[in-house]
């Protein structure tokens, strides 16, 4: 049973300021931070189902012989980039991990600089082998390596060893050396090839794949032409290059080409450190990516999450038939000194489904189904209808660790506000903070009210809004970080993240999911078509003094068809 709390919401009016942050490359390094630590902040507020080290900054997934393998950068040191090694655990269902041995640090000429990310592959016999970037001097001159386990009989593979043919590749004259890394997964073409992308950039801030093709895995020749590039993006690392069935929701192998198969490239912007892929056709004839007409490269393209997710990889689940994307999730600070204060930096996104949208514009992404076995107390709501200005708080749960999913549904469109033509070029985000969850709308915003202190003073809103456009409506989705906290802590990054959704309407429903973990809100709207993860710290809304509410601050009445929320347990680490 829900308990229920009405609360007007109309008392609270906001203005808000539009504030330009300077944005830290990934790999910025602080040589006076990168091995400082001083783990201050509350252990309450460390994520209980998200993976995350015991402390301390936070590559490359792989299912192999039935255990599940995450291999990431980690900083050995400190809560800031820098002292990296590929860090390794092992799981058997993605949610519950055990901590290994670190796979990859560095020991050679070819890495003593640095083991940067890169992927793994399966070649044939079932061999895994990772190929990764190694940086081999002071003036961060990157060259691609690999490295293999020591021991196959090892379920675990708990011992990798990096062969003295190292590196497999070095830049050439035509490529920027320092913006040279993170290859991708090997893929095998029908003429008996491998391939592989590697990250870079040109003059002119243009963003690029270069194409790699190889025989036996340790030759490798650089095609005359790039796979793909694009202007005035910025460099590209963490490319992923992977298959999307037409058919229906099922993985397929990187490998896999066909007729009813589209194929997507994610790219990671290192100016913004944001994540943006496209969907299109892969050339094989030229060795070639072109995305669909309708998609737009860089920052005005389409975003695997709107919030803080960066770097992320997809591997094929061949148990499940399934492709799984995986993302770090970076923290909401400007500063480093910041991240030191809390003691720890980053975690991983909970493990997620991906496939393509069946109007083949967009994917979508769901929360693995192992993540349920961590749902225990259950409360429910059904047909209540939330007038304008009306708020009811569920109770029964543990709000501050929880998982909940509702379905709103409205009787009319006609209340929804008009679009304003000014916003057509203006970021998602950038409409949310014009209109966010406290500006009175027509259809909205309505959503839930995460991360909540009881008297509203703190809370996360994740809502939608819906506009009228000359020929369609349009659906705005928020994650707002602008009220997470009450400190007085002026270098806090508390964006305003949105996106919009891609829906119909038809039904006159939209549904939400939200994953709330203490100091992340991960948040799936209509059904995965919108992604949000957001890193908020709260000062009062912490643990038993966190509250959850349903809101709608429009004019239309709103109705929740159904809310399902569940106490969520805790992983085991």
């Excluded at 001083?38 to 192999?64: A, D, E």
């Excluded at 009989?153 to 050439?172: E, G, H, M, Y």
Aim: overall charge neutral.
């Amino acid at each position: 049973m829900v308990i229920l709390r009405n609360r007007s919401l109309c008392l609270f009016l906001f203005m808000f300021f539009l504030v330009v942050l300077e944005v830290h490359a990934s790999h910025e390094i602080n040589r006076k931070l990168q091995s400082t630590s001083h783990n201050v902040v509350k252990k309450i507020l460390r994520p209980k189902f998200h993976f995350r080290p015991p402390k301390h900054w936070i590559n490359g997934p792989m299912y192999y012989n039935g255990i599940y393998h995450l291999f990431y950068q980690y900083n050995t040191k400190g809560e800031v980039w820098g002292n990296i090694v590929w860090a390794h655990s092992v799981s058997i269902d993605m949610i519950n991990w055990i901590n290994l041995e670190h796979a990859i640090y560095p020991s050679e000429v070819f890495d003593k600089y640095g083991t940067w990310s890169g992927s793994t592959t399966i070649l044939p016999g079932n061999k895994p082998v990772i190929l990764y970037t190694g940086i081999v001097d002071d003036e961060q001159t990157q060259v691609q390596n690999y490295a293999i386990p020591a021991n196959l009989s090892d379920p675990f593979l708990r011992k990798w060893i990096k062969p003295d043919n190292n590196p497999l590749v070095v830049a050439d004259e035509s490529i920027n050396k320092t913006k040279f890394r993170d290859p991708t997964t090997a893929w095998l073409g029908q003429d008996g090839s491998w391939r592989m992308l590697v990250g870079s950039l040109r003059k002119n801030k243009r963003g690029l794949a270069i194409l790699y093709r190889s025989r036996d895995f340790m030759k490798w020749t650089k095609a005359q032409h790039p796979f793909h590039s694009a202007a005035k993006t910025g460099n590209w690392e963490c490319v992923d290059f992977f298959p999307v069935s037409l058919e229906n929701t099922d993985g397929v192998d990187t490998s896999v080409i066909g007729d009813k198969i589209k194929h997507v490239l994610k790219i990671s912007l290192d100016d913004n450190r944001w994540d943006y892929y496209t969907i299109g056709t892969y050339d094989t004839k030229n060795d070639r990516y072109v995305p669909d007409d309708t998609m737009i490269d860089g920052s005005h393209g389409l975003r695997l999450d709107y919030g803080n997710f960066y770097a992320s990889k997809t591997f094929y689940d061949p148990s499940k038939n399934r492709r799984i994307l995986m993302g770090w999730c970076n923290e909401s600070d400007v500063f480093p000194t910041d991240d030191i204060y809390k003691g720890w930096s980053g975690i991983q996104a909970i493990p997620r489904k991906l496939w393509i949208d069946p109007s083949g514009k967009h994917l979508v992404q769901w929360p693995i189904e192992e993540l349920e076995t961590l749902r225990k107390k259950k409360v429910e709501l059904r047909n209540y209808k939330l007038n304008k200005g009306e708020n009811i708080e569920v109770q029964g749960i543990t709000p501050a660790q929880a998982d909940v999913e509702v379905t709103f549904s409205f009787s009319s469109l006609e209340n929804a506000e008009e679009f304003d033509p000014s916003w057509v070029d203006l970021y998602a985000e950038d409409v949310c903070a014009i209109r966010g969850s406290t500006v009175q709308g027509g259809l909205g915003p309505f959503g839930l009210l995460t991360l909540s202190s009881e008297n509203l003073e703190e809370y996360t809103p994740v809502f939608f809004r819906v506009f009228k456009n000359p020929d369609k409506y349009k659906v705005l989705m928020c994650s707002d970080a602008s009220r997470s906290s009450v400190r007085n802590h002026k270098k806090m990054f508390k964006p305003s993240f949105a996106g919009y959704v891609d829906v119909d309407l038809t039904d006159k429903k939209l549904s939400l999911r939200s994953l709330i973990d203490h100091s992340v809100v991960a948040s799936f709207g209509a059904g995965g078509k919108t992604c949000i993860t957001s890193r908020v710290y709260p000062a009062l809304s912490i643990y038993g003094d966190t509250h959850l509410f349903a809101f709608n601050n429009g004019t239309e009445t709103v109705k929740i068809d159904t809310l399902d929320a569940w106490s969520m347990d805790k992983a085991d680490m």
